[in-house]
Structures are given as structure tokens and as C-alpha cells.
């Protein structure tokens, strides 16, 4: 038996005897005819919670996607919106974090919500997305706030303008291994 995840609980199941049937696994509904006649739990809600539980097939509220930088298959929240990441390659405010342009590595403090082509930077006259260093990624991912790890410290104090905040397109980020 495959099984189809529709969205919205919805779960499409093709049995062996090549009846497709449909399951809403959280109102625990079949549309075969053991659950509508006989009124009991089928073996096709019992294979969607078992191909759940396995990590098979995502369970209800999430989607099966591919994390953007590693291409396995990992489940988010139906409303969450692309670039798509694995809990491996997710980045979290004190991960380390490699600059794909220049191999630099950096400490993530902010994972913002808003799109590289709506936050402008604050002392140039262009959004994240226009900045000519950020040409080759895309312009309609989050971006993040990071700082290089050493802050250069002079003989009256450390130097404000090496514990700067830079902010970068999502997808130029890699998290550090
Ligand atoms: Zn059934
Ligand atoms: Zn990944």
C-alpha cells in the first residue's frame, strides 16, 4: 500500500488490490468499505499512522519538502514558506556559520523573518538582496544577522565597529560543520 499525503490531514492510500481510498487520519474516516459499512478502524488509517510514526510520510499540519542545501527529505509546517532547511542544516541564533562568498565564518544572532529585497542596509543606499556581493542568491529569502567572531580589541577598549552586525541572504549562509 502507498500513501499519498493530500494536505490538511488528508492522506491517499492505493491499496495492493489497486483501490485508491481516501483516509482523514484526524477525524479517523476511510473512504473504503470496511470503515463506511462496517464502521470499524481499517487497515488503511492503521498504515497511515504506521508509515507516520516510521517518519515515512509527514504527519498532519507539516509537508514532506527537501532541505535547500543537502536534499533530504524533511517535514515542515504547512505554512512555512521557502527556502526549506533539514534540522541539520537549520541555522539558530549562536550557530557557527560559513560566508559562501568568502569562506569566512561567522556566529549567527538573528534569524529574521523578512525578505532580503525588504531590509535595507543601514549605511548604503540598497536592500541585503541588491547588494552586489548578494547578486547570486535569491532576493525572496529571509535574512540573517551575524558577526565575525574576533572583536578587535585595542589599547583603550574594543573597536565598535568589529562587533558590527552583518546581514546576509539566507541562502549565502551554510551552517558550519
Ligand atoms: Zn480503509
Ligand atoms: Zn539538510
Same mark, same amino acid.
Given at each position: 500500500?502507498? &500513501?499519498?499525503?493530500?494536505?490538511?490531514?488528508?492522506?491517499?492510500?492505493?491499496?495492493?488490490?489497486?483501490? *485508491?481510498?481516501? #483516509?482523514?487520519?484526524?477525524?479517523? $474516516? %476511510?473512504?473504503?468499505?470496511?470503515?463506511?459499512?462496517?464502521?470499524?478502524? %481499517?487497515?488503511?488509517? $492503521?498504515? #497511515?499512522?504506521?508509515? /507516520?510514526?516510521?517518519?515515512? *510520510?509527514?504527519?498532519?499540519? +507539516?509537508?514532506?519538502?527537501?532541505?535547500?542545501?543537502?536534499?533530504?527529505? *524533511?517535514?515542515? !509546517?504547512?505554512?512555512?514558506?521557502?527556502?526549506?532547511? %533539514?534540522?541539520?542544516?537549520? /541555522?539558530?541564533?549562536?550557530?557557527? #556559520?560559513? !560566508?559562501?562568498?568568502?569562506?569566512?565564518?561567522?556566529? #549567527?544572532? !538573528?534569524?529574521?523573518?523578512?525578505?532580503?529585497?525588504? &531590509?535595507?542596509?543601514?549605511?548604503?543606499?540598497?536592500?541585503?538582496?541588491?547588494?552586489?556581493?548578494?547578486?547570486?542568491?535569491?532576493?525572496? &529569502?529571509?535574512?540573517?544577522?551575524?558577526?565575525?567572531?574576533?572583536?578587535?580589541?585595542?589599547?583603550?577598549?574594543?573597536?565598535?565597529?568589529?562587533?558590527?552586525?552583518? &546581514?546576509?541572504?539566507?541562502? $549565502?549562509?551554510? +551552517?558550519?560543520?
Amino acid at each position: 500500500m502507498s &500513501v499519498l499525503p493530500l494536505g490538511d490531514g488528508l492522506y491517499e492510500i492505493e491499496s495492493a488490490s489497486d483501490h *485508491t481510498y481516501l #483516509v482523514d487520519l484526524e477525524a479517523g $474516516r %476511510c473512504t473504503c468499505p470496511d470503515h463506511v459499512f462496517r464502521d470499524v478502524r %481499517c487497515k488503511h488509517i $492503521r498504515r #497511515v499512522a504506521i508509515e /507516520i510514526t516510521h517518519g515515512r *510520510t509527514p504527519p498532519p499540519g +507539516k509537508l514532506s519538502v527537501t532541505c535547500h542545501d543537502c536534499g533530504e527529505t *524533511t517535514f515542515v !509546517d504547512e505554512d512555512a514558506a521557502e527556502p526549506f532547511y %533539514c534540522e541539520a542544516h537549520t /541555522i539558530y541564533p549562536g550557530d557557527a #556559520v560559513v !560566508d559562501r562568498e568568502t569562506d569566512d565564518r561567522l556566529t #549567527v544572532v !538573528d534569524v529574521s523573518e523578512l525578505r532580503a529585497d525588504a &531590509v535595507t542596509i543601514s549605511d548604503r543606499e540598497t536592500t541585503v538582496a541588491d547588494y552586489a556581493t548578494n547578486e547570486g542568491y535569491e532576493p525572496d &529569502v529571509p535574512v540573517v544577522g551575524a558577526v565575525y567572531p574576533h572583536a578587535t580589541v585595542a589599547t583603550n577598549g574594543v573597536i565598535p565597529d568589529s562587533l558590527k552586525v552583518y &546581514v546576509f541572504p539566507r541562502t $549565502r549562509l551554510e +551552517k558550519a560543520t
